[in-house]
């Protein structure tokens, strides 16, 4: 992890820290199932982001209102696109974050088609 992402994950609040981290981790177990190539770790805006070379960038933040959230582009259709799929389930803000309270459990089940559907964004169109 660059030293700067890690300085972003430890300044966020313990409990959102420990969702953030988890998030982290499945977007790089949903890379590797879907054979996406490299992802990229970098800072962006402030906040951890992962960018694989077809794909979106995905985005891992602490919104002003708490909790923790995972940021699409909002000129996508990623985030309406999983609230249609999802039945409207999760908190989301927009078309732009799928939002968690400190505490919540993350359904990987439900965000790994979102996260894979980031990733391949781009290959879509080819």
């Known amino acids: ?32 199932t879907t054979s996406v190539g490299p992802v990229t770790e970098a800072l962006r805006w402030g906040q951890p982001a992962y960018l694989a070379p077809h794909g979106s960038t995905l985005r891992l933040g602490t919104p002003a209102t708490g909790g923790f959230a995972l940021c699409a582009h909002c000129r996508t259709s990623l985030i309406s ?23 919540a459990d993350i359904d990987d089940d439900a965000l790994a088609p979102l996260i894979a559907r980031a990733l391949t964004w781009h290959r879509r169109a080819a």
């Open 1 to 32: 992890m660059p030293d700067d992402v890690r300085a972003a994950f430890d300044a966020a609040p313990a409990g959102a820290r420990r969702g953030l981290l988890h998030l982290r981790g499945l977007i790089f177990a949903v890379a590797e």
């Open 81 to 103: 696109d999983f609230r249609a799929m999802t039945g409207g389930r999760f908190e989301t803000e927009g078309n732009r974050a799928v939002l968690f309270a400190q505490d």
